[in-house]
């Protein structure tokens, strides 16, 4: 009797022990998180990026310069911007082809004011809106013509883009004053980091909370995993799709004022191709054209590393004529590994 009694009070071999809940299982813990930081679904993206500014930065380490790294960011602002609010579309299954020509038409709107000498801030201001109003008419061609949005906006992207080339003549908007605030302060920078770029983390940020944890967020999303569905739920889709569509122009148009301050001069042929960009980054970044999710901040990353892929190409001689090729490649790439781990993980889910 007293040697049962001893043997249920020591543990027996190989018996788990019980951690204190001040030690815990420290490293099965941090592997836990390492885990689902690497599930996460703009984490191939970011690992791509990191691997390939490894890989350019090994072979020319003045790319790994931090001007050079800003530089790759600033330019990285635009098509991020307009990334973001195509992942939102993405999601629910559309693709809008106007957004370089709306990020265009802005940015020329906006130089026209100044010069004309409305006030710059206003001026600003004004782009901002225009952007929207270019998305409600996309909406508009949508609702009531009751066309696919990839086709109403593939005819906006010419009317947008003729537009600002007509306004301007074809020629640039040059000669602003560049000493106002305007210019100083959208174009400058914040403790290092270009003002742009501060706005497109933001704009994420803020729209990555939208997605996720409001009633607007899971309308968008809940249309994508099924419309059906979704209107049978009282869910408006023409209206959402609205809002959304407006919600791309008001970013294409901040992007526009941005691009203003920091060239501080207007092209009526910017942004031409930011569209495939856009769209590129954002399936990059783990948003699918099946719709039903989307990766807000993946579509900013997917941004920057299409900016880090086409900086690399100059830094290996390689012309400007293969930008294009090497960013197709790396969708296909993108969208390949993406096709396989979905296939892989829905295969080990039904087995």
């Known amino acids: 009797m007293s040697t049962d009694s001893t043997s249920t009070a020591a543990p027996t071999a190989g018996a788990p022990t019980q951690q204190s809940p001040a030690g815990g299982d420290r490293p099965g813990r941090r592997a836990g998180v390492l885990r689902r930081a690497l599930q996460a679904p703009a984490a191939s993206v970011v690992l791509a990026t990191v691997l390939l500014v490894g890989i350019v930065g090994a072979a020319h380490p003045t790319f790994l310069k931090p001007n050079q790294l800003l530089d790759i960011l600033q330019a990285s602002t635009y098509v991020g911007l307009l990334a973001v609010g195509m992942s939102y579309l993405v999601a629910m299954r559309e693709i809008d082809l106007s957004v370089g020509s709306q990020f265009g038409l802005c940015l020329i709107a906006t130089g026209l004011l100044i010069s004309h000498g409305v006030n710059t801030w206003l001026a600003a201001g004004i782009g901002v809106a225009a952007g929207a109003v270019l998305g409600l008419v996309n909406a508009a061609v949508v609702t009531y013509i009751r066309i696919p949005t990839i086709v109403a906006t593939l005819a906006t992207l010419s009317v947008f883009r003729g537009l600002a080339i007509a306004l301007t003549g074809g020629q640039q908007v040059v000669g602003l004053t560049v000493e106002n605030s305007f210019f100083t302060v959208l174009g400058g920078e914040v403790g290092g980091l270009p003002v742009s770029v501060i706005v497109l983390v933001v704009v994420a940020l803020v729209l990555w909370v939208v997605l996720h944890h409001t009633p607007f967020g899971y ?120 096709s396989l781990v979905r296939r892989r993980r829905e295969a080990a889910i039904r087995h």
């Open 219 to 338: 309308r968008v999303l809940a249309i994508g995993s099924n419309p059906e569905a979704a209107a049978f739920a009282g869910i408006s889709v023409a209206r959402v799709r609205m809002q959304v569509l407006v919600l791309v122009g008001a970013l294409a148009g901040v992007g526009g004022c941005l691009g203003l301050a920091y060239f501080t001069s207007g092209d009526p042929t910017i942004g031409t191709g930011f569209e495939l960009q856009a769209i590129a980054a954002a399936v990059i970044g783990g948003t699918p054209l099946r719709g039903g999710t989307a990766t807000v901040i993946g579509a900013v990353c997917g941004a920057i590393l299409l900016n880090v892929v086409a900086s690399g190409l100059t830094y290996f001689s390689i012309p400007a004529n293969w930008s294009a090729f090497a960013t197709g490649l790396v969708i296909l790439v993108a969208v390949g590994v993406d």
